[in-house]
């Protein structure tokens, strides 16, 4: 373990160590959503780029599973390699990397065996199923290895393994580029090559983490010998995991919901929403991985009882991810129009999607705030106070956004999801202090 880091290099050094690389592999895999959605767009296909789109709630529900292993995993294990408990540690991360690949297996095939149900779920109907199908299908064929890549990179870190972790990022997210214009136009495949693209880039990092934790770790193991795992320790990994779990669950309830509620307005309403997601994610992401690159940094230093550098982490914390989100927001809600019609020049798309991004940047101030507090209950163990905040942001964000008039959410329903999803982050970021 680099105690040195944990323990005595300067906060800001420390936490954007562990957070850099974190940032660096996220905005890869911005370039990479950005990228994918640019060559599915530049088929001018509205039909196909929305049939891509109805798919992206399974893609967020496998994050969610895997977050379920990787958050949940990395908070119990930083805690414990904070109180010198190594092999304790090392046992615990067996079971979040060998329980992320079987249950990867069973959420496969039971998406492949309810994929009509499912699909009309999510919305598809006649002119865009054939184009949702075949992209799902093999999302869901690659659902073990997509829900594995996202444990190693969770888990590294808590050994210091932050730009290891990210190299595995990297070299996914890479993989997926230069594949996808191969498998969508070279062998033109459609939405099914940009599919088989991702899927293929998540097995390439998988194969690099399986060889970086063989070979190069030595507080974490893949080895299933001697592994046992009590009720009480699995208990404290689903605790963290599932309440994390939850975010992306919703996320996704939320925009399958949404995109159904946008159906009687036309494909290009979809497919502006879908361009819109791939945008915010700009933002998001960047938050999401200052907000979270610390946590094995909460995580040791609460195992440690060291109370004092934990309150000088929280503050540069919160200054970092509240100000990363007002200044990006703003950049990208300047830019709106232009970053739309980076995708799709078609007019309809710009005039629609325009409104939805900027509504959709009014809360990501509060969001950062939300974030931190959230991390830091992950990384303490504190599960009810995460899932508090979880289950009522989401909750409201989902009602409001979603259940009003279906012309109000067009034009403003998103901006009343942020506004009321700001308001739960303003209310609860108060637990942290």
Not at 248 to 269: C, E, H, K
Request: aromatic content about 10%; proline content about 3%; some cysteine.
């Amino acid at each position: 373990m680099e105690n040195e880091l944990f323990e005595k290099m300067p906060v800001p050094k420390a936490y954007l160590k562990l957070a850099l690389p974190v940032m660096m592999s996220s905005v890869l895999m911005l370039v990479y959503n950005m990228v994918d959605m640019y060559f599915i767009a530049k088929t001018n296909n509205t039909a196909l780029v929305a049939g891509v789109s109805l798919c992206a709630p399974v893609f967020t529900f496998m994050v969610a599973i895997g977050d379920i292993f990787g958050l949940g995993g990395s908070s119990v294990i930083s805690r414990l390699f904070g109180m010198g408990r190594t092999e304790d540690g090392k046992r615990l991360s067996v079971f979040s990397f060998l329980g992320s690949a079987v249950f990867g297996l069973f959420i496969g095939i039971v998406l492949l065996v309810l994929q009509k149900p499912v699909l009309t779920m999510l919305g598809a109907d006649a002119e865009t199923y054939e184009f949702a199908l075949s992209y799902y299908k093999w999302i869901a064929l690659g659902a073990p290895f997509v829900i594995f890549s996202l444990v190693p990179t969770n888990l590294m870190r808590t050994e210091g393994f932050a730009t290891a972790a990210m190299v595995g990022s990297v070299t996914g997210s890479v993989v997926n580029m230069i594949l996808d214009p191969v498998f969508i136009f070279g062998l033109n495949m459609g939405a099914a090559g940009a599919a088989i693209a991702t899927v293929l880039g998540n097995i390439c990092a998988d194969i690099y983490y399986v060889w970086f934790i063989s070979r190069k770790s030595k507080m974490l193991s893949l080895s299933p010998k001697g592994f046992h795992i009590s009720g009480e320790e699995l208990k404290q990994v689903l605790s963290i995991g599932i309440p994390s779990s939850i975010t992306n669950i919703m996320s996704a309830l939320g925009v399958t919901i949404l995109n159904r509620f946008l159906l009687p307005y036309g494909n290009d309403q979809i497919a502006a929403m879908g361009i819109v997601q791939k945008a915010v994610m700009i933002v998001v992401m960047i938050m999401v991985s200052f907000s979270f690159g610390g946590q094995p940094l909460y995580g040791y230093l609460y195992g440690a009882k060291n109370n004092k550098r934990m309150k000088e982490v929280m503050r540069f914390a919160y200054m970092l991810v509240c100000s990363l989100g007002l200044v990006l927001s703003l950049v990208l809600y300047i830019a709106a129009p232009s970053v739309i019609g980076i995708f799709m020049s078609d007019e309809a798309v710009i005039s629609a999607g325009t409104p939805m991004l900027r509504a959709l940047l009014c809360g990501m101030f509060f969001t950062g705030i939300t974030m931190v507090t959230t991390c830091l209950f992950q990384s303490t163990g504190k599960a009810s106070g995460a899932f508090r905040i979880i289950r009522r942001k989401t909750g409201l964000c989902v009602y409001s956004g979603d259940a009003c008039d279906v012309q109000c959410i067009r034009l403003s329903g998103c901006s009343l999801c942020a506004a009321h999803g700001g308001c739960s982050d303003v209310c609860h970021c108060d637990c942290a202090v």
